[in-house]
């Protein structure tokens, strides 16, 4: 990212972030962009991870139960190379 685009994105408000992130992910997808490429060579990890804490898409999962517990299901096999 550029550093002019950089600076006037850290002069927006918190709310005017989060909307310019679900907007950007809005064309990403509208576009069809291949989440690869993008992860690979646009976005960080870090970016990524905060993009989906902040972003409002998973919130509805702090409603949501318990369902599983790490005692549920059986042990993983997984195949020896």
Same mark, same amino acid.
């Given at each position: 990212?550029?550093?002019?685009?950089?600076?006037?994105?850290?002069?927006? $408000?918190?709310?005017?972030?989060?909307?310019?992130?679900? *907007?950007?992910?809005?064309?990403?997808?509208?576009?069809?962009?291949?989440?690869?490429?993008? /992860?690979?060579?646009?976005? $960080? $990890?870090?970016? /990524?991870?905060?993009?989906?804490?902040?972003?409002?898409? *998973? &919130? #509805?999962?702090?409603?949501?139960? &318990?369902?599983? $517990?790490?005692?549920?299901?059986?042990?993983?096999? #997984?195949?020896?190379?």
């Amino acid at each position: 990212m550029s550093k002019s685009l950089e600076k006037i994105l850290a002069a927006l $408000s918190y709310d005017e972030q989060l909307e310019m992130e679900r *907007f950007a992910a809005y064309l990403l997808l509208r576009r069809k962009i291949a989440a690869e490429q993008v /992860l690979a060579d646009d976005v $960080s $990890s870090a970016e /990524l991870m905060r993009l989906a804490m902040q972003g409002g898409g *998973f &919130d #509805w999962l702090a409603q949501e139960p &318990d369902t599983y $517990s790490i005692e549920d299901g059986e042990p993983v096999q #997984w195949p020896q190379k």
